[in-house]
């Protein structure tokens, strides 16, 4: 047996409740990394075009990384994949979720869950079987008490369990599916595939070892990672990702009241140090990472109390925060374990109501339409109700849950000006007015706006990769050359998420990328250098665009907001900046083989011997 991988997957037919396994295909996965470039093949080969991404047809995936549950420090990640509700089109998120550690353990390396359950139902994995069990007595129950209950039904504390909320089973777009230990599969809707299967939870418990073909190698580097990390990562540590939010304030990265503003004197109240001197007991450590920039927080007084539970990450922060121009930390954490426990992307919810308070503001939406709540920015109880109300799928929610480019559409009368997405996913919180390549990546990611995949602004930031050429600090305001930064950062990405590793500590800890050739050949016994898997992440990207353009996406969707190529920012680091996307577009295109419209060429699929999927392509 290969290292790393268990050698099956999984497959659930829901509405048949037929359970099968098949054999991984070891070639395949050394050829396209992992499960991450099979599940790839499996939605471009398996998905029709016309498939509704709510209906039994639609494919839902649960993938893991090839260091995932080894000892490689934060090799904990577990991937989700399905046709978004919420876009259309090609649908992933990453999380630490201990279930595709216990996944390995009990013998799979993948989950494929197609059909729909006639009531609700919870699928449980374990080494003496997989079960399709009834959830009726859980459907309706908030993510945490739900994982809890299925482990006490189960009698199995050790369980490790993903689970939906209210706003997955009433199938709000902006569904997130959540684990037992906090961490959320936010992007995309997908806890609203889930719900639209009758899917509420999948619990996982496992006992098998995950081999490793060379354990002592494998110990050597995890020192070595461990040596560097522990120095480089320990703001992280201290103050958690929301450490940055009064820098990059300062830097005219923190997005401001729907990405009008550059200043916002309210970032140190939300920053994470803030944070620490206040609500703060407690940091969370993901499996086998050694950083530890997890929060736990607590708050006993006040109109937020009683609250205790995992806290707000920097992208909660800010999208609950400064992009809708509140200053109350408490608030934030509130809203985000709100989020938690309704199943909710934190972004997108956030973005949404920035975009419904400037909708308020400019008199397009009244109270009548709100039903009652005044949408001013900065109030933090209309912030908390309206998360209740998207969560709940009630009043003016259920416009919300819908997400900010079919709500704009529902209002009408020009709010769609206002609605901050690429391709129906909300931005995320790193400013392109700052860093323009992140609006290049915005554009062209195959998920919508996402940030991870690529932080492209890294380079800008002084965060130097030597290993793939980027060896030097890059001006963040100019266009040149960042189409390639852009091209290069998405492959590498691609690589760490086909791992199972996180991005904080291999590409912000200071570690050389070379690491990771070395963590994959210690795991699985396959020689490779960097450049060999970042031509494989480059495949992955590839099969996910062809994906795309399946779904009809082309170059007339790979844009900006038109706030952001035509307002210039009106005051901070970045004040009068816009972003020419247009010749970053057109550089980028020929830097990854696609053809004047965004469709791969032919000859670039043969150059990387994705031949199989050159059928897909309508030139």
Not at 211 to 217: E, K, L, S, Y
Not at 573 to 595: C, F, I, S
Request: proline share 4%.
């Amino acid at each position: 047996m290969t290292g790393g991988f268990s050698g099956k997957i999984l497959e659930v037919d829901l509405s048949s409740g037929r359970i099968k396994e098949e054999p991984l295909d070891f070639s395949l996965a050394r050829n396209i990394l992992g499960c991450l470039g099979i599940a790839s093949k499996i939605m471009l080969e398996r998905v029709d075009i016309r498939v509704d991404p709510l209906s039994p047809a639609n494919k839902l995936i649960f993938a893991t990384g090839i260091l995932t549950g080894s000892t490689a420090p934060a090799a904990n990640k577990s991937i989700v994949i399905s046709k978004s509700p919420l876009t259309n089109i090609w649908g992933e998120s990453i999380f630490s979720a201990n279930s595709g550690i216990e996944l390995k353990r009990a013998g799979y390396d993948m989950v494929l869950v197609d059909g729909r359950a006639e009531n609700p139902v919870y699928i449980w994995i374990h080494e003496g079987g997989v079960e399709i069990r009834d959830a009726g007595g859980i459907w309706g129950l908030d993510t945490f008490t739900a994982c809890e209950a299925i482990k006490k039904d189960l009698g199995e504390k050790k369980a490790a369990v993903v689970s939906i909320g209210p706003a997955g089973e009433r199938l709000v777009k902006l569904a997130a599916i959540i684990s037992d230990n906090g961490r959320a599969a936010g992007r995309c809707g997908l806890g609203a595939v889930m719900g639209s299967k009758n899917l509420k939870a999948i619990a996982v418990a496992g006992s098998g070892e995950i081999n490793v073909a060379d354990p002592r190698g494998l110990e050597e580097l995890r020192e070595e990672i461990i040596g560097v990390v522990k120095e480089s990562m320990k703001a992280f540590t201290d103050y958690g990702t929301a450490r940055g939010v009064v820098a990059f304030e300062e830097m005219g990265n923190l997005p401001i009241k729907n990405w009008t503003k550059g200043r916002f004197p309210g970032a140190e109240k939300i920053s994470g140090m803030r944070m620490a001197e206040t609500i703060l007991v407690g940091r969370k450590s993901c499996f086998a990472c050694p950083v530890a920039c997890g929060r736990y927080v607590r708050i006993s007084d006040g109109p937020y109390a009683p609250l205790e539970g995992y806290g707000p990450e920097y992208e909660t922060i800010a999208a609950l925060g400064s992009l809708c121009m509140n200053d109350n930390l408490e608030a934030i954490a509130k809203a985000n374990d709100l989020c938690n426990r309704y199943g909710l992307d934190t972004i997108s919810v956030g973005a949404t109501i920035a975009f419904a308070m400037e909708c308020y503001e400019k008199g397009l939406i009244t109270k009548e339409d709100t039903g009652g709540i005044e949408l001013n920015w900065g109030d933090p109880s209309a912030i908390i109700r309206t998360v209740e109300l998207i969560g709940r799928q009630e009043g003016f929610g259920k416009i919300l849950g819908e997400g900010s480019m079919r709500a704009a559409r529902i209002i009408g009368r020009g709010a769609e000006k206002y609605a901050m997405h690429v391709k129906g996913l909300e931005i995320p919180m790193h400013n392109p007015y700052r860093f323009k390549e992140m609006g290049l990546q915005y554009a062209v990611s195959e998920r919508g706006a996402c940030h991870l995949r690529g932080l492209s602004m890294l380079p800008a930031r002084g965060i130097l990769l030597p290993e793939i050429g980027l060896n030097e600090k890059l001006d963040g305001f100019r266009i040149e050359g960042k189409a390639h930064v852009v091209k290069v950062m998405q492959d590498v990405c691609r690589v760490v998420d086909a791992l199972g590793v996180c991005k904080f500590v291999y590409l912000f800890g200071r570690v050389s990328l070379n690491i990771l050739a070395k963590l994959y050949a210690a795991v699985t016994g396959w020689e490779a250098s960097l450049q060999d898997l970042i031509r494989a992440g480059e495949r992955i990207w590839m099969l996910q665009r062809l994906f795309n353009v399946r779904m009809g996406i082309s170059r007339k969707d790979d844009v900006l907001p038109s706030r952001f190529i035509e307002e210039p920012m009106a005051d901070g680091a970045a004040k009068g900046q816009t972003v020419n996307l247009e010749p970053m577009l057109k550089e980028y295109y020929v830097e990854r083989g696609l053809d004047e419209e965004g469709r791969p060429k032919k000859e670039k699929m043969l150059e990387l011997g994705l031949d199989f999927a050159i059928k897909y392509v309508n030139w």
